[in-house]
T-cell receptor, first 113, second 111 residues
Framework: KAGVTQTPRYLIKTRGQQVTLSCSPI?????VSWYQQTPGQGLQFLFE???????NKGNFPGRFSGRQFSNSRSEMNVSTLELGDSALYLCASSLRQGDNEQFFGPGTRLTVL | GQSLEQPSEVTAVEGAIVQINCTYQTSGFYGLSWYQQHDGGAPTFLSYNGLDGLEETGRFSSFLSRSDSYGYLLLQELQMKDSASYFC????????????FGKGTHLIIQP
């Protein structure tokens, strides 16, 4: 069974731009969560989608948004990029909403210049 | 809010046993999970404790005391490949927190 895939793996943007990251969960997994990982703040929860609906949202500004499609694939979007948005963005999938065992993708390394 | 405390770094010798502690303060609590992350890699699930007590999975064991808001991960027969960061994570049952992760413990294994 293929793992969680994320595209692109690396991205360089400039301040003010927007970016869209993509995540394909493990086949059969219906929940997708997104996390931001930085050296200073560690792993921080962004949001969780299940059955195309956002179920939970972390404490991030509205510039961070996401969506999930009927095939469970998910995208997250960050608008008006700031230098502090530079991070590793990880996507994790699980069978059910709120599952403790989540399967992480390799992440997208975003650098904002 | 949620907060989890774990040591930032632990050093141990190959073949030895090491314990990584995690204390938490959360508004809701359904269980404590542990994840391993190698440098440049993705976090991978190790174990979950929903009830008090010890869960054993091969060389790794995890313990939870809900009354003490405390858990630990125990790694036995340490191998060089165990050098990684280890994160505890609390499932608070949804809301704004999802899975809340600690800052991680960097485990250094010396030969």
């Amino acid at each position: 069974k293929a793992g969680v895939t994320q595209t692109p793996r690396y991205l360089i943007k400039t301040r003010g731009q927007q970016v869209t990251l993509s995540c394909s969960p493990i086949s059969g997994h219906r929940s997708v969560s997104w996390y931001q990982q930085t050296p200073g703040q560690g792993l921080q929860f962004l949001f969780e989608y299940f059955s195309e609906t956002q179920r939970n949202k972390g404490n991030f500004p509205g510039r961070f948004s996401g969506r999930q499609f009927s095939n469970s694939r998910s995208e997250m979007n960050v608008s008006t990029l700031e230098l502090g948005d530079s991070a590793l963005y990880l996507c994790a999938s699980s069978l059910r909403q709120g599952d403790n065992e989540q399967f992480f993708g390799p992440g997208t390394r975003l650098t904002v210049l | 809010g949620q907060s989890l405390e774990q040591p930032s770094e632990v050093t141990a010798v190959e073949g030895a046993i090491v314990q990584i502690n995690c204390t938490y303060q959360t508004s809701g609590f359904y269980g404590l999970s542990w994840y391993q992350q190698h440098d440049g890699g993705a976090p991978t699930f190790l174990s979950y404790n929903g009830l008090d007590g010890l869960e054993e999975t091969g060389r790794f064991s995890s313990f939870l005391s809900r009354s003490d808001s405390y858990g630990y991960l125990l790694l036995q027969e340490l191998q060089m490949k165990d050098s990684a960061s280890y994160f505890c994570a609390v499932n608070s049952g949804g809301g704004a927190d999802g899975l809340t992760f600690g800052k991680g413990t960097h485990l250094i294994i010396q030969p």
